[in-house]
């Protein structure tokens, strides 16, 4: 990987172009950035008070960073030259390349990548990165920036406009660097992964992924970060079918991007948001707060009502609601008023003021002995809810700002993870916010948002946990030239790796009853063709066949429907019928570029892709997370799960064996039988040549 240091971090900067250029140099003016400006440009005198440079060559030095504001056909020219000059890498703006889909795009961005050379570049079509540590904006365009010190997060995102956004509009959000990626087609995500990973100030780490190029460089950066002790937290947007044309195999149709997705992040330890909100409101808590070491929550409101949802959203998610220790509850009961429950959700109903002494929101210092009792020893993490209503009702906004302003002293005397949150998007003061993310507490907003931050909690938790760095995952290069085998031989290439099936003859048609004779009825006729993928679909299947005049009628009824359909055969299968038969399981393995190869299980039959009940595992995978996904199919204690156990390990061993060649492959249905048998009675393989 190139050295990004300089471009995340410059000391200084040149911009290249016309008046585009002009937004973030005014942008890293206000945010206070102290390197050095430069502008290129051959034909103006100056851009914002900057005398501009004719060409890169003659920069006094070489930047660190370079912003590129020009066509697409120029910016390869620029990149060329920066590269040439030694530059710390850059950002190219403009579209115009891959992102078009036609040949000229992917020929102008092949020559774009060329240009760069060893040169780090975000790019192309890009709104590029801000340094909110420094102010320093290698950036697109005139943009707020809320100078950070640290603990902060990174956000890499494959939308500009979202950054633009948080940015933009969040406010006491600890973000050190926001990242727009683009095509990528010179420096990934993996990479500027790694690269923030150097900086100890990021404590967490947001990613906006809609495809993905390699997978397996992109999980093994998310699994650095997670032996770091730093939390990756992925919005995954672009979810669309794999296949992309109609499908031969059922694997090929019912496997989709988000399964493939779900296996990627659980092999990798990414926890996954469902908003952008959601994930400002995540990075917040995990920053400025930190990963709570339990499920244990301890929630304090001024409204029982909204401590009602929490407590249905705790009971839906696993979050565990303790109650103060024995000792602290009697301490409580004497403190609090009769009219305030001892219960968690706790509802503080205390008066504005008081002229007796006992405790109000006027009383910080109490209040937060109170919060302390609530929590000590039973907690792992504390979040106080509440709205502020604007200035002019009273004084009502400063008299619960004052009270919440215990969790300040809450934090240091606990030392777990304490937030505020509103209830509502924006229901916190700014300033307020910004005193209480200075002191450790973070500030949220929306009770949405909030609570699935604090869920995902418990889930990094466990992540961070985790000790074994998975496999690398197998190639998932392009094939061409795609055949399929017919059932006899997918069933012998599998046999040889463990599965086991049914006895079967692969014969001409003549020989059929020959074969059912040595087998013994009751069998099952099947078509036996390269050509015939799904066969019951065009009559080339015939169950429960008990005698040799059965045979007959079934194998003319055979050949009258396979004509009709359009196909000719010569040969068939012969098999031997499963009986006692109490499940019926699908095996398949399905490709992808980005992935490599994937194994998928399920509830099969020729009903498969309609029950579509299944679980996904990128290859290799191990034992454990196979007999994972089995349970959560209720296979996990069959008779047969031993049995079934074997039989997918032998189908992921053919396709690890077979990876350079291997499109996709069904075994379906996989039978298992009530004395413990699982016994293949179908299988498909699509490989390449």
């Known amino acids: 990987m190139a050295d990004l240091s300089r471009l995340l971090r410059p000391q200084s900067v040149a911009y290249l172009g016309g008046s585009q250029i002009s937004g973030p140099i005014r942008a890293a003016r206000r945010a206070g950035y102290e390197g050095d400006l430069y502008v290129v440009n051959p034909i103006k005198d100056e851009i914002e008070s900057i005398t501009c440079i004719p060409s890169v060559a003659e920069l006094p030095v070489v930047p660190d960073a370079a912003v590129v504001g020009l066509s697409a056909e120029r910016s390869i020219s620029a990149v060329a030259e920066l590269s040439a000059a030694g530059c710390g890498g850059a950002v190219v703006m403009v579209s115009g390349f891959a992102e078009l889909n036609t040949d000229e795009g992917r020929e102008r961005q092949q020559r774009l990548i060329a240009a760069a050379g060893d040169m780090p570049l975000l790019c192309p079509n890009c709104m590029g990165l801000m340094n909110q540590f420094s102010g320093a904006f290698v950036w697109g365009d005139d943009n707020h920036c809320e100078r950070q010190s640290g603990p902060a997060a990174a956000i890499i995102s494959q939308s500009g406009a979202l950054l633009i956004g948080m940015t933009g509009i969040e406010i006491a959000f600890p973000l050190g660097y926001a990242i727009s990626i683009g095509n990528q087609s010179v420096t990934t995500t993996a990479d500027l992964i790694n690269a923030v990973l150097e900086d100890n100030r990021i404590k967490a780490i947001g990613l906006y992924l809609e495809g993905m190029n390699d997978g397996g460089t992109l999980g093994d950066a998310c699994y650095s970060a997670l032996e770091k002790g730093v939390p990756v937290v992925a919005l995954k947007g672009g979810d669309q079918a794999v296949g992309a044309a109609v499908a031969m195999s059922h694997t090929a149709s019912m496997v989709v991007e988000r399964d493939l997705w779900n296996a990627f992040k659980t092999r990798y330890g990414i926890s996954e948001v469902s908003s952008p909100k959601a994930l400002v409101e995540t990075l917040k808590l995990l920053t400025v707060s930190g990963i709570a070491k339990g499920k244990r929550l301890s929630i304090i409101s001024y409204s029982g009502g909204l401590n009602g949802l929490a407590a249905t959203r705790c009971a839906k998610t696993g979050i565990d609601l303790p109650v103060p220790t024995t000792e602290n509850h009697q301490w409580l009961r004497e403190k609090l ?27 910080t210092n109490s209040i937060a002995q109170s919060i302390i009792r ?9 979040v106080f809810f509440n709205d502020v209503p604007r200035p002019g009702a009273g004084t009502l906004d400063q008299i619960w700002c004052k009270s919440m302003e215990a969790l300040i002293e809450v934090r240091k005397e606990l030392d777990i993870p304490v937030s505020v949150a509103g209830i509502l998007p924006g229901g916190l003061p700014h300033d307020f916010c910004h005193h209480m993310q200075r002191n450790g507490v973070a500030c949220l907003q929306g009770f949405s948002e909030t609570m699935e931050a604090i869920n995902l909690g418990n889930e990094l938790q466990q992540n961070l946990q985790s000790v074994a760095r998975p496999d690398s995952l197998l190639s998932g290069s392009e094939l061409s030239n795609v055949t399929l085998l017919d059932e006899a031989v997918s069933k012998q290439s599998l046999i040889k790796f463990g599965l086991k099936t049914p006895a079967f003859l692969a014969v001409p048609v003549s020989d059929a009853l020959k074969a059912a004779g040595e087998l013994g009825y009751p069998v099952v006729l099947k078509v036996l063709s390269h050509d015939i993928a799904h066969k019951a679909n065009v009559g080339g299947v015939t169950l429960g066949i008990d005698s040799d005049e059965a045979l007959e009628i079934a194998v003319t009824a055979m050949q009258a429907s396979i004509t009709s359909h359009g196909y000719q055969f010569t040969d068939v299968l012969i098999e031997k019928m499963v009986g006692d038969v109490s499940a019926e399981v699908i095996i398949g393995i399905k490709r992808h570029a980005a992935l490599g190869l994937a194994l998928m299980v399920g509830k099969g039959g020729s009903q498969a892709e309609e029950t579509a009940e299944f679980e996904t595992l990128l290859l290799p995978c191990s034992s454990s997370e196979l007999k994972s996904s089995l349970a959560k199919l209720g296979l996990h204690n069959h008779a ?11 189908v992921a061993d053919y396709a690890i064996a ?7 492959l069904d075994v379906n249905p996989v039978m298992l039988t009530t004395d413990g ?8 393989i699509e490989q390449a040549q």
Do not use: W
């Open 677 to 684: 048998q699982a016994l293949a009675t179908d299988a498909l």
């Open 374 to 382: 609530f929590a000590e020893g039973v907690s792992d993490q504390i």
């Open 658 to 664: 077979h990876q350079q060649t291997l499109e996709s």
């Open 640 to 650: 047969a799960t031993a049995e079934l156990m074997g039989s997918c390990k032998a």
């Open 337 to 363: 008023p009769e009219t305030v429950a001892i219960a968690n959700p706790l509802d503080l109903n205390i008066p504005y003021v008081t002229s007796d002494g006992s405790i109000s929101m006027e009383d």
